[in-house]
């Protein structure tokens, strides 16, 4: 196995990175090929396509050993499934994968082909091992069952971002941090309306408190 490229994302820190792909869309990446894949000629028809799969490494998420059951977030830290009923990072291979948007490729002289993407759910420098087309007429199967994730698609926050700590974002990355706190970064089983939380975003740290289903931007530090 050969990483064949790299993404570079808005997410430094693993905490806030959305749980799945395409949940926000406002998040961006950009994928850049290790020097031996530099090539025009491997990406040959890649725009053709919508949305891209990407075969990743959970590379912060690297253990000796490894749980046949996992804690689901979703499940409030404390219910048990079998690791492989999950996508938790925790598994025997550190593997991951994720559908994202192709936005557009743009041809570099020093760095070759780069592809932006959007709806990342990839920390920055995450390692890329493929790239493939996402296909509709085989990837796609509407009727698919869901388990028991299926209770746990609509739990978006209302989210409280005053003006003036939202101004210190640049205005064309307000919408993905706005839609990370949307999606509720918090592990589910901590749900304290006096706790401070802290995500990373760029080069900001914003704080922020949950009341019930309220989230409520405190502060914003420049790091």
């Known amino acids: 196995m050969k990483i064949i490229a790299k993404i570079k994302t808005d997410m430094p820190d693993k905490f806030g990175i959305p749980?799945?792909?395409?949940?926000?869309?406002?998040?961006?990446g950009k994928i850049i090929f290790e020097p031996e894949y530099r090539v025009r000629e491997a990406l040959s028809g890649i725009e053709e396509f919508s949305h891209l799969w990407l075969l990743w490494e959970f590379s912060e998420?690297?253990?000796?050993?490894?749980?046949?059951?996992?804690?689901?977030?979703?499940?409030?830290?404390?219910?048990?499934?079998?690791?492989?009923?999950?996508?938790?990072?925790?598994?025997?291979?550190?593997?991951?994968?994720?559908?994202?948007?192709?936005?557009?490729?743009?041809?570099?002289?020093?760095?070759?082909?780069?592809?932006?993407?959007?709806?990342?759910?990839?920390?920055?420098?995450?390692?890329?091992?493929?790239?493939?087309?996402?296909?509709?007429?085989?990837?796609?199967?509407?009727?698919?069952?869901?388990?028991?994730?299926?209770?746990?698609?609509?739990?978006?926050?209302?989210?409280?971002?005053?003006?003036?700590?939202?101004?210190?974002?640049?205005?064309?990355?307000?919408?993905?941090i706005i839609g990370i706190l949307r999606h509720d970064p918090r592990p589910a089983y901590q749900d304290s309306p006096d706790r401070v939380y802290g995500v990373k975003y760029l080069d900001f740290d914003i704080h922020f408190k949950v009341d019930k289903n309220i989230l409520t931007v405190i502060d914003v530090e420049k790091i």
């Open 19 to 28: 749980r799945q792909s395409g949940i926000v869309n406002g998040l961006t």
């Open 61 to 176: 998420n690297k253990r000796d050993g490894w749980s046949p059951t996992v804690r689901p977030p979703r499940l409030g830290g404390e219910k048990r499934k079998g690791v492989f009923a999950t996508r938790s990072p925790f598994r025997p291979n550190p593997i991951g994968l994720s559908c994202v948007k192709l936005d557009k490729v743009e041809y570099t002289k020093d760095l070759g082909p780069v592809i932006y993407v959007s709806g990342v759910d990839l920390m920055d420098g995450t390692p890329i091992y493929d790239i493939k087309p996402y296909i509709t007429y085989t990837d796609s199967r509407p009727d698919a069952v869901q388990g028991f994730a299926e209770d746990f698609v609509d739990y978006a926050l209302k989210v409280n971002f005053p003006q003036e700590l939202l101004d210190m974002i640049p205005a064309e990355k307000q919408a993905g």
